[in-house]
């Protein structure tokens, strides 16, 4: 068993090189700065992480929220975010966020994973631009090798492959086109502590929260969402609260020795599981074994043209699409489809993941209002007493509660009303301000009407609010 986890471990750290780096670019730092953020994330989460098995490192999601900052203030308020957004996720894990993913819907999810991979590869596109044009018959070659190969076999990473043939190919020939050493230092040395150069004043805070917050949440949904992959999969349970605050505490210390920040990774963490890996022990030795590849052989790393990593990044934007949503959208309810939609617009337009899907939530809430507030029904008929009663069936709450108002006759009704909610529910307050003022309309013509029915529950919260609400008087 650990032989497999192992070679699990080296497996992953090889895979691991080319998108470190290529996320670097995406957020607009040296290759270094990925590289230390996926060593020291993959260390610290294999003691700190609820999911054995699940690799953490630098990833696309973060880098796509932290870019803007990095653009426009620089690597220390990088720094400093990452910290600050660790910080977030501690507190948010141990309020029990991961409870909360269970109302975050799929056609959020969906949208979120879509978004991020048309995020994914728009941040190739200006390196294909202005470009020798051998570039573009070597990125053909890239993905021809990285989707053929696994025809054959599966004993090695595609990606790898491909990144191995095109350098060789370059070198071999000579081809003079741009290269890993082109876009910044590599490291030469272990990551050391140092806090980030920044300002310690409300200014700097101001700065970098919005971009903490977006990493903390956009790292949590990934992570959770990946462990619970992971826990398919695998037919084990994790423990995802402990995940949460876990990954919290691996992007403050990322933070502190020079690193991105990061959450988990999907593709990475399949292929460890698929490589056999379910312990800890394998994303332990995917981040030591990455550190001593790229500081040993930071030479043969410089030199890797960035038509290989640009292949290797639209792969992965092909593989995170999820296609099945495109082929289904024919057959799925409009509400869900305008979520998807709206999460992926909003994600694309303002490049941040966590809008997007607070976005899409809030879409979500309101098209399952709009539909919940179309099932009520109120019917009326006349009991052997000559009292009009009014039998109200679904769920009461401010969006259903609203039309109810309009469904009285209180002109023609007897004088005496009753209003039967044996087969409705009192959700909120709203409903009891709707009831109330429906019976004071009654009483401004003389009229009395009555409410029966009420469960437990829904007498409880009418008796506490009754009378004492505007909305009726």
Known sequence: MARTEVLAGLVVALALIPEAISFSIIAGVDPRVGLFASFTMAVVISFTGGRPAMISAATGAVALVIAPLVHEHGLGYLLAAVVLGGIFQVLIGLAGFAKLMRFIPRSVMVGFVNALAILIFTAQLPQLIDVPWLVYPMVAVGLAIIFGLPRITNAVPAPLVSIIVLTVVTVVIGIAVPNVGDEGELPNSLPF???????????????????????????????LMTAKLVDDITDTHSDKTRESWGQGVANIVTGFFGGMGGCAMIGQTMINVKSGARTRLSTFLAGVFLLILVVALGDVVAIIPMAAL???????????????????????PRSETVVMLATVAVVVWTSNLAIGVGVGVLVACVAFARRIAHLVEVTATTDDQGRRVYSVHGALFFASSNDLYTQFDYAGDPAEVVIDLSNAQVWDASTVAALDAITHKYETRGKTATVVGLSDHSAARYERHAGQLSGGH
Do not use: C, K, Q
């Open 193 to 223: 502590l140092a806090l980030p150069d920044v300002p310690l004043s409300f200014e700097t805070l101001r700065i970098i929260a919005p971009y903490a917050l977006g990493v903390a949440f956009v790292g949590l949904m990934e992570s």
């Open 310 to 332: 640009v292949a290797v990044m639209i792969f992965v934007s092909i593989a995170t699409f999820d296609w099945h949503s495109l082929r289904t959208l024919h057959t799925m």
